[in-house]
């Protein structure tokens, strides 16, 4: 009878201890995401269409995403932010290719276009992508 109370006591304490062990949950991947191509018409000089391209989400939701861009010689050392032109894209992200037609001039003079993709989440922070420069 000892023995047998002995194991029940002990199979309860391994029930006990399984219980308590730290499940393996499978964490969110961090957010990964990409400037796409820009498409340009060859004639007139004009931008028709961005891209982000989204590798994974991540945890934090995402409140805002789309390419800014800017018009500068000094692109390459001087990278493109919020604080320059942005074309915020209307449908909701979707992994891999999100594009966003635009009709936007090249001004006349100028010789570099750099553009990369952002993302706002919705606790604030902004991440960028590897910008894009283009030099004409």
Do not use: W
Not at 6 to 32: D, G, I, N, Q, Y
């Amino acid at each position: 009878m000892a023995h047998v109370k002995f194991l029940a006591a002990l199979l309860l304490l391994c029930a006990t201890l399984l219980s308590c062990a730290p499940r393996h949950e499978h964490p969110k991947p961090e957010l990964a995401f990409r400037t796409g191509p820009a498409v340009f018409m060859k004639l007139g000089g004009v931008i028709n269409t961005f891209t982000v391209i989204f590798d994974e989400f991540g945890p934090e939701p995402i409140e805002e995403y789309g390419i800014v861009y800017k018009f500068d010689d000094n692109v390459q050392e001087n990278h493109p932010d919020l604080r320059n032109q942005k074309v915020a894209f209307d449908q909701p992200a979707r992994q891999y290719s999100n594009d966003k037609i635009v009709n936007i001039g090249i001004p006349v003079g100028s010789h570099a276009l750099g553009y990369r993709a952002y993302v706002k989440l919705k606790d604030g922070r902004v991440e960028y992508a590897v910008p894009i420069v283009v030099v004409f």
